[in-house]
């Protein structure tokens, strides 16, 4: 039967009503069930702060107290600090810069000891007022320099194709590697790659003879090639890479009880995975699982990662009076001018333009937690005296400073005083894990019995300047004295003025523990 055209319209009236009724039954049971009180979509908790680090395990303190990647009202950030915390991921540093400044992103990661290269004259950062208020981690192994057979030593080095990532944290590595036996970047054939994995590649593919890489790379290189090792690693060098946190300066405003809760959380995060196993185990798994990496290659890493707690930090930003090791005042002064001479950095800003203390110093107030055990600093090992082995082994470096002494002195004069500071002082405090042998040499002027004595003398009062004035444990040195005995090559007849002024000479010789170098 056919309805009527009046009958059709409210047929179709009614049909319409329905759809509207349904549609309207389906929103109300989404807004009831899905939507909360406060128009957050359930599930999905709204950050309070994003924070985006690289694909590397010195995060995982962070991803430890967040529960993983995601805000969660389920993660300890939000149960003890009332916090919900978003990690991204996020391995290309000019989009991290480029987040910072839109404000989608509120915290970054950064290295100190490169950051002089983005502190420049006209730097975004700087128009910004980005600065540093933590330090995360340092780098204590999870750095290395891989090196084909026949390479032992950094003299080796000379002449070859070294892989390495510009001005980043390799880069630091490598220079200061370098400087440990007197050489510079033009010394060797430097081979600019994106970051420490190409150049892992590169030297696996047999395009280089050493790269700059990060673990666990370093472990894979070796086994790539017979007879390859690792030269070097930041397990020796301790104290020249660290992680730190950026943040610009109207967001640390606006958001200052967050970000205190945050470094606080954080912080407390390393402590767990620096002394409980089982908090590092979950942490690894976290990390493996956010960062998409393997587990077991997570663990590795993180081994070779010391994360730095509120004691590490009070004494990075200098408010340890007391404190003689690297401050980040020094890490980043120091790598400023390496980087400024091999024209990556541009009139770089000071530090304390580039940093902010605040909120260390907020959380030394905070007594109940300055006061917990797992939140010193952490203890510098004590050196044991050299064993006859290593006080005779070949050192992997050599670095040569022409000190002037009075005839027939061991007086050190104030110009071989800054020269010392200048030259071996901060050196000697990055390559922690380090013996130096210093070794004083003279001319042929003189009977040998004089000059034996007399280099000894002057070797002997060079170490004593370095432990009295900058506290360094007497037993990180090996004291020799050579007399005559070993002229520089081409001047063993001390011939000329020249040829003695060169034999007159200081050496600082590095010596490693072949373990130390993984």
């Known amino acids: 039967m056919e309805l009527t055209e009046k009958g059709q319209k409210t047929v179709k009236a009614v049909r319409n009503t329905i759809i509207l009724i349904v549609v309207l039954a389906a929103g109300y049971f989404a807004y009831t069930h899905w939507i909360s009180k406060d128009g957050k979509i359930a599930g999905t908790a709204k950050p309070d702060l994003v924070v985006a680090y690289n694909t590397f395990t010195g995060v995982e303190g962070l991803v430890l107290m967040n529960g993983g990647m995601e805000p969660s009202d389920s993660s300890t950030f939000y149960k003890k600090y009332g916090i919900k915390v978003l990690i991204k991921q996020m391995d290309a540093v000019k989009d ?205 890493s993180a081994d070779k990662v010391y994360f730095s707690t509120l004691g590490d930090n009070v004494n990075f930003f200098g408010l340890n009076s007391t404190y003689t090791g690297m401050t980040g005042d020094r890490m980043y002064g120091r790598m400023a001018i390496k980087y400024t001479e091999v024209g990556l950095a541009k009139s770089p800003a000071p530090w304390r333009n580039v940093s902010d203390p605040s909120v260390i110093q907020e959380i030394m107030n905070d007594k109940d937690f300055a006061s917990q055990s797992d939140q010193a600093a952490a203890v510098v090992k004590a050196f044991t005296p050299a064993t006859e082995e290593v006080k005779t082994q070949a050192s992997q470096s050599s670095k040569v400073i022409s000190l002037e002494f009075p005839t027939n002195s061991a007086m050190l004069n104030e110009d071989a005083r800054v020269l010392i500071d200048r030259e071996i002082k901060e050196l000697a405090q990055g390559f922690a894990g380090a013996y130096i042998r210093v070794e004083g040499n003279t001319d042929n002027v003189g009977s040998a019995v004089v000059n034996n004595k007399l280099s000894l003398a002057r070797a002997t009062s060079v170490v004593n300047y370095l432990v009295n004035e900058h506290h360094f444990d007497q037993n990180k040195f090996i004291i020799v004295g050579n007399g005559s005995n070993q002229p520089v090559p081409g001047c063993e007849d001390n011939s000329d003025e020249t040829c003695r002024a060169k034999n007159r000479r200081t050496e600082f010789q590095f010596i490693w523990d072949k373990k130390a170098k993984k």
């Open 96 to 300: 991290t810069r480029s987040g910072l400044h839109s404000g989608d992103l509120d915290l970054v990661y950064c290295t100190t000891d490169a950051l002089s290269v983005e502190m420049g004259s006209g730097s975004e950062l700087l128009a910004d007022n980005v600065v540093q208020i933590m330090q995360v981690n340092q780098s204590h192994g999870a750095d290395a320099i891989v090196v084909r057979k026949g390479i032992d030593d950094v003299a080796g080095l000379k002449g070859k194709k070294v892989a390495y990532a510009v001005g980043t944290a390799s880069h630091t590595l490598l220079l200061n590697v370098l400087e440990s036996s007197g050489l510079k970047m033009s010394d060797i054939d430097g081979y600019q790659v994106a970051d420490g994995v190409e150049a892992a590649n590169t030297f696996k593919n047999n395009q280089c003879d050493a790269a700059v890489v990060w673990a666990p790379d370093d472990e894979d290189c070796v086994a790539s090639q017979a007879g390859a090792k690792v030269l070097i690693s930041s397990a020796v060098a301790s104290q020249i890479i660290a992680d730190g946190l950026l943040v610009k300066q109207s967001v640390l405003k606006t958001k200052h009880d967050l970000i205190i809760k945050l470094v606080k959380g954080w912080l407390e995060g390393n402590a767990k995975v620096n002394s409980d196993p089982v908090a590092k185990k979950q942490a690894n798994a976290l990390f493996a699982k956010g960062f998409k990496f393997p587990e077991d290659v997570a663990a590795k």
